[in-house]
């Protein structure tokens, strides 16, 4: 729910050590006017499972054009990132 992660920092609290400098490269460098599409990582939930989410991060402006802040869309990609490895097994048996 939003009450559980408001105030929590996304990068500090939800990113494994692995992928920490990346998500943060990724969200500075939209601070900075520079967007990433299809940014792939894991994310681990607040129940302790790991997912993989597919990151697009886009700058946010205000009616002048002054960069205030980012918008991250997360999408949960872990089902189609697990049938892409059993169709890859099956053409490799094949």
């Known amino acids: 729910s939003s009450e ?8 500090k609290e939800f990113i494994t050590d692995d992928f920490k400098r990346g998500v943060q490269k990724v969200l500075d460098m939209a601070l900075q006017g520079d967007e990433t599409e299809n940014f792939e990582f894991p994310l681990i939930t607040k129940g302790g499972a790991r997912i993989e989410v597919l990151l697009n991060a886009t700058t946010r402006r205000d009616e002048q054009g002054n960069i205030i802040g980012v918008v991250g869309i997360g999408q949960d990609i872990t089902a189609r990132l697990a049938q892409e490895r059993e169709y890859s097994k099956l053409i490799d048996s094949a």
């Not at 559980?4 to 990068?11: D, I, R």
């Open 4 to 11: 559980e992660v408001m105030g929590h920092s996304l990068v």
